[in-house]
């Protein structure tokens, strides 16, 4: 058995627009990190966190990776080993690409992997749903699902859980700008009304069926005028500046989409292109800056792969 990895899991964008804690997908960067070691003393310790300044707890108790890491030893019977976590942030928290899941994920799959669990990847969902719980406090399964499973990934029922990994057309880039603004998860989520009417209802899953459709026949298009959310995104808009000028500009330049990631700040489009993807992320990019708003931006196709090891 090897005494140390380290695993890099992948940010994810959840929604996708219309599918409010029910899809999500992997891309490839940015992600997260983790070293993780065999120690002689059982238990889990956490010996350092960067990227984080200074933001998330070194207690293993109150560190969602270390406590998915125990809840999963737990399950398969395996207290008595002891394993050193070492978190190297390498995207930004609270951006709405699934920083907390990345790292959690990383975390999961590296004990998976030293322990050599031949299980599917998939059992482990369970325990980095605890993870979201306690990132955000509520354990939606559309960031951890694809960061762990990669691709595209629907999450029909929570329970009993029932994650089905989708198809999706080659091609498909995605361009994300995450502007330097904060949107906490879990304030993102008090805001969004719990009760909808029938027919925002009946235009929304509407919506998740074509885009649903769109993927499995190849169908951009369908993809594209299926990617409307009536019901969260009026309200979490408002928290992202410049919403609506970025899409505009976005679906000018030929974008396929364009949408809020997961809770935001952070927004995407899609494109059918690795080039188109630069250029409306540069330019959003660029306005942005005029309105004195720093932001990161991301360029990627769909992550297939979910987290690997690579040291
Ligand atoms: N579905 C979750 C939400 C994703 O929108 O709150 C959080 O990244």
Redesign the pocket.
Known sequence: MKDSIKVFAPATV??VVCG??VL?FAVNEPGDEVIMRVTNKPGITLSKITGDNGRLPLDPAKNTVSVSVQHYLKSIDRTDIGLDIELHKKMPIGS?L?SSSASTVAGLFAAKTLLGDETDVAKLLPFAIKGEEMA?G?G?A??VAPALMGGFVLIRSYEPLDVIRLPHPKGLYCAIVFPDVDVP?RE??QIIRDKIYMKDAVTQWGNIAGLVSGLFMNDIDLIGRSMKDIL?EPVRSMLIPDFYKMREMAMEMGAVSFGI???GPSVFAFTKSEEEAKQIAQKLQKHLAGAGIGSNIYVSDINDQGPRVIG
Request: proline share 0%; glycine share 22%; net charge negative.
């Open positions: 959840a929604n409010f804690d999500g709405g699934g955000c509520h939606h559309d960031n998860t993102a989520r969260v990631s997961g809770s």
